[in-house]
């Protein structure tokens, strides 16, 4: 139940744990205090001895160690609670920061859902473990030995009893945590499942709508709900038969404390206010194991959490490279050699690919769909570490070079690109921080965007979440913008004119065609015709060049270029024809 690992990573959760163990002890001290002044009290008023003073005096102690009491109480709450939101911010930091380390890869080995559930409501539930059972783990230790020290000189055989009968709770603990272990995991993957279905039916709903697919989808989200709903009542089940039986050795411990007390009482071992003393600190020997008891389902809650976070922690990641690349606009050029590359254990998506990038001007990657073009845009954005062979930029190893590097001098430019809600100031200034209205507007008229938002509230337009309110177009155009505005050195466009209107198309060309006469600009596109004007064009095929050369000197070779080529022309007359 103890994780020295987790602890590790708590930073400075432990001193508030520690500082909470200590209140709670005080508290338990002070509770001490006014048991024995208010069976002293009793035993004057029944024994019809009535000292004024010492009464007087006795209320007056009771008192203020019920003050102190109150007093570490609040201070425990605090120090609680301290300890609990140090570690969420710890935990959420390290897997953020894990997760910006792996960078687009994670998703190989992570759903979104996942990651999601484990960095809140996971967690959460270790939240409620630092606040409640580690500090109650100690606690509960701590008070059973303090009491044995109290009540001893009083009755050594009733606090050794007590003493023997305490470990009882813990040992049942130790029993059902190695029961429950593997219920709760069960549980907590059902959960992560569930939210796994749940979000994708969510992003998905449109699309479930158009095709009335919905109520298939409804109905398996359904079973694995059940699924999950089973395994939850499964753990509740294990959970209140624990507490019932922990309750039965709780009371029936301090039951047998006031009849031991009781007992001694009629011998003459012990006073009247003794065993009163005896009857009320007996249940003080079990309240802090039962406590812990109760807080047992959190703690094994957060330990299946905790393992998944290990889990992700624990992901590999490449080794950030120590160089930086040169800041010569237009002078910057790839060269892949013998590049390979699979994800995991599937086929191999690139089988020793060379090609050559010259600094400045426009090359463009071209090929049927799975030819390999995304994941050389990947290596050398610096998004794939994992390659075999030799990739370079600026003639340095693209393993060497520093992430900080890689991001200042790369911008690479997807088909789906994110827009967030905010406005169009606020989503452009993600690229450039300190950019001027004036820069921000430059950047929207190079992609033909600027005139219409002049007529929509300009800069501070609001946009939706993952920019609903803007066309396919207008989203791309924004991306493009912000692109743009990052003023990198080597640009990658990946399909960024794909599933967009002509006119969309036709600006985000102009503007690619502009950046490609101040610097390196690779174009990766499905359409040919974007491609006429590069000054290099490879044709991929099965992971390997196929073709290369300029548009005219492809055509010539009258290869799978000329006939892709040939085919997008045909079509595009016919589909001419047709609206005409």
Known sequence: ???????????????????????????????????????????????????????????????????????????????????????????????????????GEYTESLSTAE?????????????????????????????????FAIIAPISL????????????????????????????????KSYVTLGDVFLENIQGMTTLKVFSADTARQEA????????????????????????????????????????AA????????????????????????????????????????MAASERMFQMLDMPEHPDGMK?????????????????FSYGQGPGVLKNLSLTLAPGGLTSLVGESGSGKSTIAAILAGRRAGYGGSATLGGIELRDVSRESLRKHIALLTHDGYVFA?????????AKPSASDSELKNALDQVGLLAFLETSGGLNFKISERGANL??????????????????????????????????????????????????????????????NSKRIYLLKNGLIQEEGTHTELLDLNGDYARLFNEQSELERYGTAVLA
């Open 221 to 260: 989200m359904d079973a694995e709900a059940e699924r999950f709903r089973k395994s939850t009542m499964r753990v509740l089940k294990m959970q209140l038969n624990s507490i019932l039986v922990m309750d039965v050795i709780a009371y029936g411990g301090a039951a047998l404390g006031v009849i031991l």
């Open 422 to 430: 905010g406005t169009v100031a606020e989503n452009l200034k993600y």
């Open 263 to 302: 007992r001694n009482f009629a011998s003459g071992s012990v006073t009247f206010a003794e065993a009163i003393a005896i009857s009320l600190l007996s249940a003080e020997f079990f309240i802090p194991l039962r406590q812990l008891g109760s807080f047992f389902h959190v703690a094994m809650t957060g």
């Open 157 to 188: 055989s009733v606090s050794l009893v007590l003493l023997a009968c305490a470990p009882l709770i813990p040992a049942l603990i130790f029993m059902i945590m190695k029961m429950a272990k593997r219920m709760l995991k069960r549980q907590w």
């Open 324 to 340: 930086t690349l040169s800041s010569n606009a237009g002078e910057l050029g790839a060269k892949l050699e013998e590049v390979s």
């Open 471 to 532: 066309s396919g177009g207008q989203r791309q155009r924004l991306c493009a913008a912000r692109a743009l505005l990052r003023d990198c050195d080597f640009y990658i466009f990946d399909e960024a004119t794909s599933n967009i209107d002509a006119e969309s198309e036709e600006a985000i060309m102009d503007a690619i065609h502009d950046l490609a006469s101040k610097k390196t600009v690779l174009l990766i596109t499905h359409r040919l015709a974007n491609a006429v």
């Open 1 to 103: 139940m103890i994780n020295k690992r987790l602890i590790a990573l708590s930073g400075n959760a432990k001193f508030y744990v520690f500082q909470t163990v200590l209140l709670q002890w005080a508290g338990l001290l002070a509770s001490a205090v006014i048991v024995f002044q208010v069976a002293g009290v009793i035993d004057s008023a029944l024994s019809g001895v009535l000292d004024a003073p010492k009464i007087i005096s006795s209320i007056v102690a009771a008192a203020l160690a019920a003050a102190v009491r109150g007093f570490c109480s609040f201070l425990s709450a605090k120090s609680s609670f301290k300890a609990s939101t140090g570690v969420k911010a710890v935990l959420r930091e390290k897997l953020f920061a894990k997760l910006a380390a792996i960078g």
């Open 115 to 147: 990651t999601l559930q484990t960095a809140t409501e996971g967690v959460d539930q270790l939240e409620a473990y630092f606040s409640r059972f580690f500090p109650q783990f100690f606690y509960s230790l701590l008070a059973p030995i303090t009491l």
